[in-house]
């Protein structure tokens, strides 16, 4: 018996290599994992393997390292039945084009994440994040966008889309909000701007009947923490991220990739 590793069709064709994504418990099998990174080491040249709960530095794999490159904090909350108005420098971005303001501050967003701490990935998260940007102001990757301007400048940022979240009892699913990106320029930080903008969001899904909102973040990004505590958000899980790169795969200039055999 092994675990089962789905592909990450975006990130396999934004990379150049196949990824696959891996979902275990706290308390695995070690030998179903060994195994089946055995067996996925043809298929996948990267495998995120996601472990309930904060887990050690590495765990332990076939011939490569798998290192923790993160480890995550769900919030959620549910939306009240009465919001605050949206602060009047809060304001929805409409335009279909990505300003180079919403570019900047797309990739501050990204300062902690995984992506920037693999060294093999690092040199390419900042286009992985203006990807991220340009495709949500197409409406691919997020439903809104709320900016902070304040005296002709865009110095705040945050991204929400309307997703359907199940429930494992009931086989039911409802709507919950997920906010993505979130960052205020350095020079902006500590006046409010943050709030102003998640309260934008629930805004949102006040006037959508969205019950729920979720918002994800490094255990180690403490700012962030405070703010959603100081907003109602309740912690719901934790998590830790490997990256686990499977030794022996080659790049052919004719074929690309290859794996192992």
Same mark, same amino acid.
């Given at each position: 018996?092994?675990?089962?590793?789905?592909?990450?069709?975006?990130?396999?064709?934004?990379?150049?290599?196949?990824?696959?994504?891996?979902?275990?418990?706290?308390?695995?099998? !070690?030998?179903?994992?060994?195994?089946?990174?055995?067996?996925?080491?043809?298929?996948?040249?990267?495998?995120?393997?996601?472990? !309930?709960?904060?887990?050690?530095?590495?765990?332990?794999?076939?011939?490569?390292?798998?290192?923790?490159?993160?480890?995550?904090?769900?919030?959620?909350?549910?939306?009240?039945?009465?919001?605050?108005?949206?602060?009047?420098?809060?304001?929805?971005?409409?335009?279909?084009?990505?300003?180079? !303001?919403?570019?900047?501050?797309?990739?501050?967003?990204?300062?902690?994440?995984?992506?920037?701490?693999?060294?093999?990935?690092?040199?390419?998260?900042?286009?992985?994040?203006?990807?991220?940007?340009?495709?949500?102001?197409?409406?691919?990757?997020?439903?809104?966008?709320?900016?902070?301007?304040?005296?002709?400048?865009?110095?705040?940022?945050?991204?929400?889309?309307?997703?359907?979240?199940?429930?494992?009892?009931?086989?039911?699913?409802?709507?919950?909000?997920?906010?993505?990106?979130?960052?205020?320029?350095?020079?902006?930080?500590?006046?409010?701007?943050?709030?102003?903008?998640?309260?934008?969001?629930?805004?949102?899904?006040?006037?959508?009947?969205?019950?729920?909102?979720?918002?994800?973040? !490094?255990?180690?990004?403490?700012?962030?923490?405070?703010?959603?505590?100081?907003?109602?958000?309740?912690?719901?899980?934790?998590?830790?991220?490997?990256?686990?790169?499977?030794?022996?795969?080659?790049?052919?200039?004719?074929?690309?990739?290859?794996?192992?055999?």
């Amino acid at each position: 018996m092994t675990y089962h590793i789905h592909p990450v069709d975006w990130e396999s064709a934004f990379f150049g290599f196949p990824i696959g994504s891996l979902d275990i418990p706290e308390n695995f099998s !070690q030998t179903e994992l060994l195994e089946t990174l055995r067996q996925g080491q043809q298929r996948f040249r990267l495998v995120y393997i996601f472990r !309930q709960e904060f887990g050690p530095e590495i765990l332990e794999s076939l011939d490569a390292p798998c290192v923790r490159c993160d480890q995550r904090i769900s919030f959620k909350k549910t939306i009240p039945t009465t919001v605050l108005p949206v602060d009047e420098r809060v304001r929805a971005y409409t335009s279909t084009i990505c300003s180079k !303001q919403l570019e900047a501050l797309a990739i501050k967003s990204g300062t902690m994440t995984r992506f920037k701490r693999d060294p093999e990935l690092s040199l390419q998260y900042e286009r992985l994040f203006l990807t991220w940007i340009n495709n949500s102001v197409s409406g691919g990757l997020a439903d809104c966008i709320w900016t902070w301007r304040e005296n002709g400048k865009m110095t705040g940022l945050v991204t929400v889309r309307c997703a359907r979240r199940g429930h494992p009892e009931t086989g039911q699913t409802e709507r919950e909000a997920r906010i993505g990106m979130l960052a205020v320029d350095e020079k902006f930080r500590r006046k409010g701007i943050a709030s102003a903008l998640l309260n934008a969001c629930e805004f949102w899904c006040h006037s959508l009947d969205i019950p729920t909102a979720a918002i994800i973040t !490094q255990s180690d990004n403490v700012p962030t923490i405070a703010l959603c505590e100081k907003l109602g958000f309740v912690q719901a899980e934790r998590d830790s991220v490997y990256h686990y790169w499977t030794p022996g795969w080659a790049y052919d200039t004719r074929k690309g990739w290859i794996g192992h055999h």
